[in-house]
T-cell receptor, first 110, second 115 residues
Framework: DAKTTQPPSMDCAEGRAANLPCNHS???????VYWYRQIHSQGPQYIIH???NNETNEMASLIITEDRKSSTLILPHATLRDTAVYYC???????????FGTGTLLAVQP | GAGVSQTPSNKVTEKGKYVELRCDPI?????LYWYRQSLGQGPEFLIY????????DSGLPNDRFFAVRPEGSVSTLKIQRTERGDSAVYLC?????????????FGQGTRLTVV
């Protein structure tokens, strides 16, 4: 299973865009990039996923580099409720299990 | 319900006892995953079901842990002879299929405390 590397923590001002980076240099061609977040004491919440193309939904945008070795999750207008641990995960292989790392703790500041 | 449901939400048990944790996946989801999360860590994969069968149980830590999904819907994680080190939040997730492009949705977890 491909591994991911994320910064342990980041700060963002409320109302500004939060850009969370992730490196996944060993990703295989059929593996997807997934983002989840976890707010304290809750189960992980699905945010977005992509294979090659950039993706956008009501929560966020996902930018994947052309070589697919890294990606960025963008929260366009961060709010205090976006404070959470954000996990970047490469999913694929025989069982498509999600392998979590330690994630990025995003702290949105008022 | 609309989401993944896990019961109980909290479980306190004595060391050496047997416990069962239940997961009700989203209706129609064929893939089901169990994870364990210790304080300050990311969720750790335990086992994956596709339908009724365990397609990958490589994450189960030892033979005290066992999971079943007899009818391809509800799953039960069973822990025998519990130890204090088993204390953690146990998370269940389901997805429409086991394909890489289908998102998995998590329940709120069962917090297990072994005293």
């Amino acid at each position: 299973d491909a591994k991911t590397t994320q910064p342990p923590s980041m700060d963002c001002a409320e109302g500004r865009a939060a850009n969370l980076p992730c490196n996944h240099s060993t990703i295989s061609g059929n593996e997807y990039v997934y983002w989840y977040r976890q707010i304290h004491s809750q189960g992980p919440q699905y945010i977005i996923h992509g294979l090659k193309n950039n993706e956008t939904n009501e929560m966020a945008s996902l930018i994947i580099t052309e070589d697919r070795k890294s990606s960025t999750l963008i929260l366009p207008h961060a709010t205090l409720r976006d404070t959470a641990v954000y996990y970047c995960i490469v999913r694929g292989g025989a069982t498509n299990k999600l392998i979590f790392g330690t994630g990025t703790l995003l702290a949105v500041q008022p | 319900g609309a989401g993944v449901s896990q019961t109980p939400s909290n479980k306190v048990t004595e060391k050496g006892k047997y416990v069962e944790l239940r997961c009700d996946p989203i209706s129609g989801h064929t893939a089901l995953y169990w994870y364990r999360q210790s304080l300050g860590q990311g969720p750790e994969f335990l086992i994956y079901f596709q339908g009724t069968g365990a397609a990958d149980d490589s994450g189960l830590p030892n033979d005290r842990f066992f999971a079943v999904r007899p009818e391809g819907s509800v799953s039960t994680l069973k822990i025998q002879r519990t130890e204090r080190g088993d204390s953690a939040v146990y998370l269940c997730a389901s997805s429409l299929s086991g394909q890489g492009g289908t998102e998995a949705f998590f329940g709120q977890g069962t917090r297990l405390t072994v005293v």
